[in-house]
């Protein structure tokens, strides 16, 4: 933002000020979605991240527009002069900001109604905190950016400001602006070479290679079940479950049948304790219900009681009917709670049955047993198969559902609720992804005002979503809730790299549609190349992070700002270059923004639009 070598132009408040702009906005954010009702969870401790990566960008785009307004040295600049030329860089950089900040809110509204709750209240916690960090940084940044630049009219430190330097007021050209060494690389050394025609065909061939590696990663990316992954590293239930996988390899998911209907119980008391009968055989194939089924793995109340009146005779205190059974329904209910009441010989049992409010009946009865363990090979790995699961929850619900004959009942499983995840996770992630671009194009398409590049805008970041999938694939990270978030967030943030250019390109004038290009890449550059460094920074740390959530995320953040950056400042300018439409009507001429273009490494005759 600032310059290290000016005694006075450092700018450290500056970067304060963007920092505090991200906490007021996370604060407000929060307190406003729970206001309303949703949840917090863990994955939302990652959103001061996406706030952090967006927020800087948009100091960066404003402090840019505000320096490039500067027609004349500090020194003669007053309070009024100072407040006029806010106005015009926030007339300048606010129509970018807005147009990303508007994008990342619907995309993060949008997925808001997603099915899966974590994903529905994260996305509404990011769009009420992108909200406020739109009005912050149009708000309490700009006015904070003119009290520092009166500091440094007045060269004042900025530790101390109530000192003033002896010496002159440095790098306060008379002639205004004059442009930094990024934006200078980008005008005379990036954009010529990338706007050359072998820098189109070059540029072209390696994205169309970038696309099709993308297109064939995301076609084969995997639902996993990466449950144990939510565990430290360094955790001691890490220990457990090695045991666990070690000493009982065969132990799969527990699974539980519920019976309830008061009479019908006992009505059906002889298919009840043969329920056995009814689930061997199923291992080999969905559901893959692990045989056999009369070891510990499988608990039967009404098999034991009907194994302990068979053996106990006469001693049961209760008339038993030719079928073995109590001969009436208050019999059963007696013998039934002797049995498996505290004491009894079926003491094991007492939580498998429910009696009436009256204790004349059984209201309901539980028989528990449990699937294989279904694993697959993942590297030199052995995990869960995901896929394996959903096929025997359904197989599961479906075999129950033909039990016509039976009590009403249901299946039950506490991994039901991760294997329901499982089988819309990838729908899910497709959809919301889908339907966050299809945001992004509308409301670009509003904001931006021109349909042609607001579809290139638009191209650009499916192409890079599609890769950042790619890359997913080739980094082995799986389809989970905390990969779908951070795809829905990759959208957000990849948008902004291309619509700030983009838009740049919009209001420079002019009909030579590669000095437009480059004039766009020498304003805009360096804001967007200075925020995609400044968000990679904030979360590298992450990726040597214990917690998996903060792996994951680093790894897609640092896929989504490379890919994003790549697009936004090197394919969409080639794009624009050769397809761009012509310019607003209230465009400037590139020639009076600044410095003069320099396009002589641009050769006019090798131009594509003139081929």
Same mark, same amino acid.
């Given at each position: 933002?600032?310059?290290?070598?000016?005694?006075?132009?450092?700018?450290?408040?500056?970067?304060?000020?963007?920092?505090?702009?991200?906490?007021?906005?996370?604060?407000?954010?929060?307190?406003?979605?729970?206001?309303?009702?949703?949840?917090?969870?863990?994955?939302?401790?990652?959103?001061?991240?996406?706030?952090?990566?967006?927020?800087?960008?948009?100091?960066?785009?404003?402090?840019?527009?505000?320096?490039?307004?500067?027609?004349?040295?500090?020194? @003669?600049?007053?309070?009024?002069?100072?407040?006029?030329?806010?106005?015009?860089?926030?007339?300048?950089?606010?129509?970018?900001?807005?147009?990303?900040?508007?994008?990342?809110?619907?995309?993060?509204?949008?997925?808001?109604?997603?099915?899966?709750?974590?994903?529905?209240?994260?996305?509404?916690?990011?769009?009420?905190?992108?909200?406020?960090?739109?009005?912050?940084?149009?708000?309490?940044?700009? /006015?904070?950016?003119?009290?520092?630049?009166?500091?440094?009219?007045?060269?004042?430190?900025?530790?101390?400001?109530?000192?003033?330097?002896?010496?002159?007021?440095?790098?306060?050209?008379?002639?205004?602006?004059?442009?930094?060494?990024?934006?200078?690389?980008?005008?005379?050394?990036?954009?010529?070479?990338?706007?050359?025609?072998?820098?189109?065909?070059?540029?072209?061939?390696?994205?169309?290679?970038?696309?099709?590696?993308?297109?064939?990663?995301?076609?084969?990316?995997?639902?996993?079940?990466?449950?144990?992954?939510?565990?430290?590293?360094?955790?001691?239930?890490? &220990?457990?479950?090695?045991?666990?996988? @070690?000493?009982?390899?065969?132990?799969?998911?527990?699974?539980?049948?519920?019976?309830?209907?008061?009479?019908?119980?006992?009505?059906?008391?002889?298919?009840?304790?043969?329920?056995?009968?009814?689930?061997?055989?199923?291992?080999?194939?969905?559901?893959?219900?692990?045989?056999?089924?009369?070891?510990?793995?499988?608990?039967?109340?009404?098999?034991?009681?009907?194994?302990?009146?068979?053996?106990?005779?006469?001693?049961?205190?209760?008339?038993?009917?030719?079928?073995?059974?109590?001969?009436?329904?208050?019999?059963?209910?007696?013998?039934?709670?002797?049995?498996?009441?505290?004491?009894?010989?079926?003491?094991?049992?007492?939580? #498998? =049955?429910?009696?009436?409010?009256?204790?004349?009946?059984?209201?309901?009865?539980?028989?528990?047993?449990?699937?294989?363990?279904?694993?697959?090979?993942?590297?030199?790995?052995?995990?869960?198969? /995901?896929?394996?699961?959903?096929?025997?929850?359904?197989?599961?619900?479906?075999?129950?559902?033909?039990?016509?004959?039976?009590?009403?009942?249901?299946?039950?499983?506490?991994?039901?609720?991760?294997?329901?995840?499982?089988?819309?996770? @990838?729908?899910?992630?497709?959809?919301?992804? &889908?339907?966050?671009?299809?945001?992004?194009?509308?409301?670009? =398409?509003?904001?931006?005002?021109?349909?042609?590049?607001?579809?290139?805008?638009?191209?650009?970041?499916?192409?890079?979503?599609?890769?950042?999938?790619?890359?997913?694939?080739?980094?082995?990270?799986?389809?989970?809730?905390?990969?779908?978030?951070?795809?829905?967030?990759?959208?957000?943030?990849?948008?902004?790299?291309? /619509?700030?250019?983009?838009?740049?390109?919009?209001? @420079?004038?002019?009909?030579?549609?590669?000095?437009?290009?480059?004039?766009?890449?020498?304003?805009?550059?360096?804001?967007?190349?200075?925020? !995609?460094?400044?968000? =990679?920074? !904030?979360?590298?740390?992450?990726?040597?992070?214990?917690?998996?959530?903060?792996?994951?995320?680093?790894?897609?953040?640092?896929?989504?700002?490379?890919?994003?950056?790549?697009?936004?400042?090197? !394919?969409?300018?080639?794009?624009?270059?050769?397809?761009?439409?012509?310019?607003?009507?209230?465009?400037?001429?590139?020639?009076?923004?600044?410095?003069?273009?320099?396009?002589?490494?641009?050769?006019?005759? #090798? #131009?594509? #639009?003139?081929?």
């Amino acid at each position: 933002m600032g310059s290290i070598k000016c005694g006075t132009g450092s700018r450290w408040t500056m970067a304060f000020s963007a920092l505090m702009v991200v906490l007021l906005s996370t604060g407000a954010g929060f307190g406003i979605s729970s206001i309303f009702g949703f949840f917090f969870g863990p994955v939302h401790s990652l959103l001061p991240f996406i706030l952090l990566g967006i927020g800087v960008d948009d100091a960066f785009v404003i402090v840019n527009a505000f320096n490039r307004e500067r027609k004349v040295a500090r020194s @003669k600049e007053d309070n009024e002069a100072l407040a006029q030329r806010c106005a015009r860089a926030m007339a300048r950089a606010g129509a970018s900001i807005t147009v990303t900040s508007l994008t990342d809110l619907v995309a993060f509204g949008i997925s808001a109604t997603s099915s899966l709750p974590a994903l529905a209240s994260f996305c509404a916690y990011a769009s009420f905190g992108i909200l406020f960090l739109w009005i912050f940084a149009s708000t309490f940044f700009p /006015a904070t950016m003119v009290l520092d630049e009166r500091r440094q009219r007045d060269n004042r430190r900025e530790c101390l400001c109530c000192l003033t330097r002896k010496a002159p007021l440095e790098e306060d050209e008379d002639t205004g602006f004059e442009e930094g060494a990024v934006s200078r690389y980008f005008r005379n050394y990036h954009a010529p070479a990338i706007l050359s025609v072998p820098g189109k065909f070059a540029t072209l061939i390696v994205f169309i290679g970038l696309l099709a590696f993308g297109i064939f990663g995301m076609l084969n990316l995997s639902v996993e079940d990466s449950e144990r992954s939510f565990i430290p590293d360094d955790s001691y239930v890490n &220990g457990y479950f090695d045991a666990a996988d @070690k000493y009982y390899p065969s132990t799969g998911i527990e699974l539980a049948i519920v019976f309830e209907g008061s009479s019908d119980i006992y009505a059906s008391r002889e298919g009840l304790a043969t329920l056995d009968e009814r689930l061997a055989g199923k291992s080999s194939s969905p559901p893959y219900i692990a045989e056999p089924v009369s070891d510990a793995a499988y608990t039967n109340i009404m098999a034991g009681f009907s194994s302990y009146l068979k053996t106990a005779g006469s001693n049961v205190n209760v008339t038993l009917g030719s079928d073995g059974w109590p001969a009436t329904e208050a019999e059963f209910v007696t013998a039934l709670t002797s049995y498996a009441g505290f004491g009894g010989a079926g003491s094991q049992y007492t939580r #498998d =049955f429910v009696l009436s409010a009256d204790a004349k009946s059984v209201d309901a009865i539980v028989v528990k047993t449990e699937y294989i363990r279904l694993t697959k090979m993942s590297g030199d790995k052995v995990i869960d198969d /995901a896929d394996r699961q959903i096929e025997a929850m359904d197989a599961t619900r479906e075999m129950v559902s033909s039990w016509t004959d039976l009590p009403q009942h249901f299946t039950y499983s506490e991994k039901f609720i991760g294997i329901e995840g499982f089988k819309v996770i @990838k729908k899910e992630l497709f959809l919301n992804v &889908g339907l966050a671009i299809l945001a992004v194009a509308i409301i670009v =398409f509003f904001t931006v005002a021109s349909p042609t590049t607001s579809i290139l805008i638009t191209l650009n970041v499916a192409a890079c979503i599609i890769e950042i999938l790619g890359f997913m694939y080739a980094l082995g990270i799986v389809i989970d809730s905390v990969s779908v978030i951070n795809m829905v967030l990759a959208v957000g943030l990849s948008v902004d790299y291309s /619509a700030h250019v983009g838009h740049c390109f919009m209001v @420079k004038g002019g009909e030579d549609k590669n000095k437009r290009a480059l004039e766009a890449l020498a304003d805009m550059g360096a804001s967007v190349l200075n925020g !995609a460094i400044s968000t =990679f920074l !904030a979360v590298v740390v992450l990726l040597f992070s214990s917690s998996y959530v903060f792996r994951v995320l680093s790894t897609q953040f640092a896929l989504t700002v490379g890919l994003g950056v790549l697009h936004g400042l090197v !394919a969409l300018p080639v794009m624009l270059s050769v397809l761009g439409p012509k310019p607003f009507a209230s465009a400037e001429d590139p020639d009076s923004s600044g410095k003069p273009a320099n396009t002589d490494k641009i050769s006019e005759d #090798d #131009d594509l #639009d003139d081929a």
